[in-house]
């Protein structure tokens, strides 16, 4: 069983800056990529930002600037950090952890049950 956990969401003022982090354990042999999505109410869940097992990353446009992901491979964890942060960037956000390899396994994909940011005005 694979498991993500995230942490670091919270309530803070537009300008400001909050910090997520997620951990992947679980019996891993390998992760394709990493990142972050957020969902807000009444809408679809999108992509914020995801950074694959080489390093290369990649932004929604709304974020880009603003919000930096980072990944540490041999610790399977992933972090956003969100800076200037805008009250239409309140949401529910995910961690998802696509093409895990979990011999004799492989492509799977997970999700962590969500950690809720809110940025008040």
């Known amino acids: 069983q694979v498991q993500l956990v995230e942490s670091g969401g919270g309530l803070v003022q537009a300008g400001g800056s909050l910090r997520l982090s997620c951990t992947a354990s679980?019996?891993?042999?390998?992760?394709?990529?990493m990142g972050w999505y957020r969902q807000a109410p009444g809408k679809q869940r999108e992509l914020v930002a995801d950074?694959?097992?080489?390093?290369?990353?990649n932004y929604a446009d709304s974020v880009k600037g603003r919000f930096t992901i980072s990944r540490d491979n041999a610790k399977n964890t992933v972090s956003l950090q969100m800076n200037s942060l805008k009250p239409e960037d309140t949401a529910v956000y995910y961690c998802?952890?696509?093409?895990?390899?979990?011999?004799?396994?492989?492509?799977?994909?997970?999700w962590g049950k969500g950690t809720l940011v809110t940025v008040s005005s």
């Open positions: 998802h952890a696509g093409g895990v390899v979990r011999l004799p396994w492989g492509g799977l994909n997970y």
């Open positions: 679980g019996s891993i042999f390998s992760i394709n990529t």
């Open positions: 950074v694959d097992s080489g390093g290369s990353t």
